[in-house]
C-alpha cells in the first residue's frame, strides 16, 4: 500500500503518480490521506489499480475513471466518477450532484444517498445507490443501469433513451417518457447481478422496474405537451 | 345609357411585415403543427462587418510595401496556463462541426485544410473519430454538454480542449441531430438508439454556472496534467460577463461566437431570434479582457458569419486575437455549390439557399450521412479548396493591414475604422465614417 498524503503532496503530483504507473509494476495498491475536500481527487485514471480515499472529496473525484478501484471512505462533492468508463468506483457515504453523470461504463456503488441528477445522460454505467436519489435522476439516460435501494425523487427517468432504472422505494413521479415496466425473469436476474457485483444485499423482487415509453424519440406533434 | 369611367386600381401592395417568406412559413406551420428547423446561422439583415471601413494611410500614417515588408499572422493560443499553448500560422481556424452532422468525408476534408495552412480545426457534438484526428495536425476537442463519445484517451490526445458553453445560433440551447443522419455508426459513437431523433442537453450535467466550471476546468487539467490549453465558447448574448466569468473560472481561451454563426439544425425561431451580432459582441468581451487586465493575455477568438480576409482584419481590429469560420468553410469544401442546382430544386430550395441540413440530403456530399452523397465528396480536392481559401483570407487580411501600416495582422486596431451606420458604429465603437461621432459615447 503506497500512501500519498494530500497535506503534504500537491494534488497535480498526486493524480499524475496515480496516472502514471508504469504497466509492469508492482505498485497497485494506494491510499489517499487528507484529501479535505479537494477536488478531482483521483481524476483521470486509467489503470487496474487500486486507490483509497481516506476522507471527504469535493467535485469530480475518480471522474473519467477507467479499470481503477477508487473507494471514497466519506463523502463525495458533485459529479462523483462523472464520465467513468470502467472500473469501480465506491463511496461508504453520500454523494452531492450528478454521480456518475454520462457513465460509460463500470460500476459506481454510492451507500448513502445522493443528490438530484444521479446518472444524468448515462452511456453505459451501472449505479447502485444505497439510499435514495434526488430530482431528475437519470435524466436523458441513454444505457446502463441505476438500481435504488432508497426512494426516488421527482421526475425520474425523464426523456430516458435506454437507461433501465430500478427502484426499491417510494417513486416521487416519473418524468416525460419514462414508464413503468413488467419486471421479467430476465431483469430479475440482471438486477441480481448487479447488486451482487455491488455487494449489496437486496431481494430483487422488492424492487420495481422503470424504462423509456419510446414516445419521444421522434418528434410528434400531438406529444407536444411532453416537450 | 351613360358612360362609367374605368375606376383606376391601385397596384396591389405586399406587407412588409408579412412578406413571402412569412407567408410561407405560417402556411407551413399551419400544415405541419411542427416549428421549422434547419442549418446555418442567422440570415436575417443585420449590422455586420460589411458596415465597417478601414480609414488605410494617410499623411499620419504610412503603409507596410505588399509583398516585400513583413506582415506576421502567427498566434499563439492558450499560453495563460497551458504548457503546450497552440501556435497558429494564420489567425482563422475551423470551428467545431461535428462527426454526425457532417460526413467523414468533411470532417477529414477540413482536417485537411486546416493542417495545410498550420491552423486548427474542432471537434464537434459527436466525439473524436480517428479521421479527423488522423488529418488534424491541431485538433480542438469540444467537451460538449451532451459528452457523447467522450473519453480519457481522445481528451488526452487533443490539442486543446474546448468547454462549450454556448453557440452563437442558439445560446440556452442544446444540440439536435434528426433521426436521419443517426446512422449505425452515428449512433454507435453516441450511445444511442439508431434513428431517434437525438437532443442534446442544453447545459451541463455536472456543472452549473461559473464557479462549477472554475472547478470542471480544473479537473479537466487533473486529467490531462495541464499540457493544453482550455478554451470556453460562449454564445454571444451578455458578452462582457460572460468573457470576464469565463477569465474568472481560468479559461486560458475565450470563444465568442455570435448568431450569424452556424449550427447543424436547430429551431428557426431560436437562430434568428436569440442571441446577439457578431458585430455587437466583440468590444464588451474586449472591453472584460482589458478590464481583468487580461486583453493578449487570455486570446480572444470571434466567430459567426466571418466570410473573408476584410472580415477577420475587422474581428482583430476591434481586439479579437483570431477568428473562426464554419459556414464559409464549408461553402469551400462544396456546400451550397451551383454544380448541385438540379438536386436542390429537387429539394425544394435553390443552390446558396439550402440550409436543410438536419434531413441528410446534402446533394454536396458534405451535411449527411448517406453513404452514396458522401461519396460525392473528395476530401483531398475539398481539403484543397478549403487550404485556398484561407490561403486567400490571410493574403487580404495582410493586405488590409499592411495598407493600415501594420506589420502583425493583431496590431490593427479599432482607430483604424470607421461605420457606415449609425448602428454599426454603435455597435463596433468606432466613429461614423466622415464624423469623430461614436454613439452611446461622450453623453450622446
Keep these: ?28 495498491s494506494f491510499v489517499i490521506r487528507n484529501p479535505q475536500g479537494a477536488h478531482a481527487v483521483a481524476a483521470g485514471l486509467t489503470d487496474p489499480i ?19 478501484e477508487v473507494k471514497v471512505i466519506g463523502h463525495a462533492g458533485v459529479g462523483l466518477a462523472e464520465n467513468m468508463m470502467s472500473g469501480r468506483v465506491q463511496v461508504t457515504g453520500n454523494a452531492s450532484e450528478s454521480a456518475g453523470a454520462t457513465g460509460h461504463g463500470g460500476l459506481l456503488v454510492i451507500a448513502g444517498d445522493t443528490s438530484s441528477r444521479c446518472g444524468i445522460s448515462m452511456k453505459g454505467i451501472d449505479i447502485v ?82 424504462g423509456s415509453a419510446r414516445q419521444l424519440y421522434n418528434f410528434k406533434i400531438d406529444n407536444i405537451g411532453s416537450y | 345609357m351613360t358612360h362609367q369611367p ?21 402556411r407551413r406551420a399551419a400544415a405541419t403543427g411542427v416549428y421549422d428547423i434547419r442549418g446555418a446561422g442567422a440570415k436575417r439583415p443585420m449590422p455586420h462587418f460589411d458596415d465597417l471601413l478601414f480609414l488605410g494611410a494617410s499623411m499620419s500614417r504610412y503603409p507596410l510595401e505588399g509583398y516585400r515588408e513583413a ?35 468533411a470532417k477529414e476534408a477540413l482536417g485537411r485544410g486546416a493542417s495545410a495552412m498550420g491552423t486548427s480545426t474542432t471537434t464537434g457534438d459527436g466525439g473524436m473519430t480517428p479521421e479527423e484526428r488522423g488529418h488534424s495536425t491541431l485538433l480542438v476537442y469540444q467537451y460538449l454538454p451532451s459528452r457523447y463519445g467522450m473519453n480519457p484517451d481522445d481528451l488526452r490526445k ?95 481561451v475565450v470563444v465568442l461566437d455570435g448568431m450569424q454563426g452556424g449550427t447543424a439544425a436547430t429551431q428557426e425561431v431560436f437562430i434568428e431570434h436569440v442571441g446577439i451580432p457578431t458585430l455587437a459582441c466583440i468590444r464588451p468581451a474586449v472591453q472584460a479582457l482589458i478590464d481583468a487586465d487580461m486583453h493578449r493575455k487570455v486570446q480572444l477568438v470571434v466567430s459567426g458569419g466571418i466570410r473573408n480576409g476584410a472580415d477577420v482584419a475587422k474581428c482583430l481590429a476591434l481586439g479579437a486575437d483570431a477568428v473562426s469560420i464554419g459556414t464559409a468553410a464549408l461553402v469551400a469544401l462544396g456546400d451550397n455549390d451551383p ?20 434531413e441528410g440530403n446534402d446533394p454536396a456530399g458534405i ?19 478549403l487550404a485556398n481559401f484561407l490561403a486567400v483570407m490571410t493574403l487580404e487580411c495582410q493586405t488590409i493591414a499592411r495598407a493600415n501600416g501594420k506589420s502583425d495582422v493583431r496590431n490593427l486596431e479599432p482607430e483604424d475604422l470607421v461605420a457606415l451606420t449609425v448602428e454599426s458604429a454603435a455597435m463596433a465603437k468606432v466613429p461614423l465614417a466622415g464624423t469623430d461621432w461614436i454613439p452611446g459615447q461622450g453623453g450622446y
Excluded at chain 2, 454544380?339 to 438536419?358: I, M, V
Design chain 1, 1 to 28: 500500500m503506497i500512501e500519498i498524503d494530500l497535506a503534504q503532496t500537491p494534488l497535480r503530483q498526486a493524480n499524475r503518480r496515480l496516472q502514471q504507473v508504469a504497466p509492469d509494476s508492482n505498485e497497485r
Design chain 1, 50 to 68: 487500486e486507490v483509497t480515499v481516506e476522507g471527504h472529496v469535493g467535485f469530480y473525484c475518480a471522474g473519467m475513471n477507467k479499470e481503477a
Design chain 1, 129 to 210: 445507490v444505497g439510499g435514495s436519489v434526488g430530482h431528475m435522476s437519470a435524466f436523458m439516460g441513454q444505457a446502463g443501469c441505476l438500481a435504488v435501494l432508497g426512494d426516488a425523487g421527482p421526475s425520474l427517468g425523464d426523456s430516458l433513451y435506454e437507461a433501465r432504472l430500478y427502484v426499491r422505494g417510494r417513486v416521487a413521479s416519473l418524468g416525460a417518457d419514462c414508464k413503468e415496466k413488467e419486471m421479467t425473469q430476465h431483469h430479475l436476474e440482471k438486477l441480481g447481478r448487479l447488486l451482487d457485483r455491488a455487494k449489496v444485499s437486496a431481494n430483487p423482487r422488492d424492487f420495481r422496474r422503470y
Design chain 2, 6 to 26: 374605368t375606376i383606376p386600381r391601385t397596384t396591389p401592395r405586399p406587407s412588409s411585415i408579412f412578406d413571402d417568406y412569412t407567408l410561407s412559413e405560417i
Design chain 2, 71 to 105: 506582415c506576421n499572422t502567427a498566434v499563439t493560443l492558450g499560453d495563460r496556463f497551458a504548457e503546450k499553448p497552440i501556435e497558429l500560422k494564420i489567425p482563422i481556424t475551423i470551428a467545431g462541426m461535428s462527426f454526425g452532422s457532417l460526413s467523414a468525408q
Design chain 2, 158 to 252: 487533443a490539442d486543446a480542449i474546448e468547454v462549450v458553453v454556448g453557440q452563437g445560433a442558439k445560446p440556452g440551447g442544446g444540440g439536435m441531430l434528426l433521426g436521419q443522419k443517426i446512422t449505425e455508426r452515428v449512433a454507435e459513437m453516441r450511445t444511442l438508439p439508431q434513428g431517434v431523433d437525438q437532443r442534446s442537453a442544453c447545459r451541463h450535467p455536472d456543472w452549473t454556472g461559473p464557479d462549477d466550471l472554475e472547478i470542471k476546468i480544473h479537473e479537466l487539467r487533473e486529467i490531462t496534467g495541464g499540457h493544453v490549453p482550455i478554451y470556453a465558447k460562449i454564445g454571444a448574448s451578455r458578452p462582457y460577463f460572460d468573457t470576464a466569468l469565463a477569465i474568472k473560472a481560468g479559461a486560458d
Design chain 2, 339 to 358: 454544380r448541385w442546382e438540379e438536386d436542390y430544386q429537387a429539394l425544394g430550395s435553390t443552390a446558396g439557399c439550402y440550409d436543410d441540413w438536419h
Design chain 2, 367 to 385: 451535411t449527411t450521412q448517406d453513404p452514396v452523397l458522401s461519396q460525392r465528396l473528395d476530401p483531398e480536392a475539398a481539403g484543397r479548396r
